[in-house]
């Protein structure tokens, strides 16, 4: 009797050193979700006060593979992984998508789209995010930040 009893817990203990394994080593099935980071964001920083013209900057993260281009979204939702970036972003009356080879982009104006409070009107959200050679967006990884400019 005390011996399946012992024989039980011994096999309890087994599978969940076995489960404790997989969580920690992010294996078993996608039990672990993590977003590698790509690309870091020097300028704007998180709540930060720009002047215009801003001057927007970032790097790759080292060992991360370097994307043909760069998408900067301001005020505008860069497309989902595996999209193209809309042409009608572009075509745009304020133009506030860019595409660039380079590691920043100057930025000379910025008009707030869709603000619901006057006290937002100078409040911005941008988003960096890897392109390659078609514009396509190449994965789930952005650099953001929320910054107000001063004017």
Not at 35 to 61: A, K
Not at 103 to 128: F, G, P, S, W, Y
């Amino acid at each position: 009797m005390f011996g399946s009893a012992r024989r039980a817990r011994t096999v309890l203990a087994a599978a969940l050193t076995v489960v404790a394994a997989l969580l920690v080593s992010g294996c078993g099935q996608g039990l672990i979700f993590r977003e590698t980071p790509t690309i870091t964001l020097l300028n704007p920083t998180e709540e930060s006060v720009q002047t215009l013209p801003l001057t927007v900057r970032w790097t790759p993260v080292a060992g991360a593979p370097v994307p043909a281009k760069y998408g900067v979204f301001i005020d505008t939702t860069p497309p989902a992984p595996g999209e193209t970036i809309d042409k009608d972003l572009f075509d745009a009356e304020v133009k506030q998508v860019f595409v660039t080879t380079s590691l920043e982009q100057v930025v000379a104006e910025i008009t707030r789209i869709n603000t619901v409070l006057d006290e937002d009107k100078d409040k911005h959200e941008i988003a960096v995010v890897g392109l390659d050679e078609s514009g396509r967006r190449i994965d789930e990884s952005s650099a953001f930040a929320t910054f107000r400019i001063s004017r």
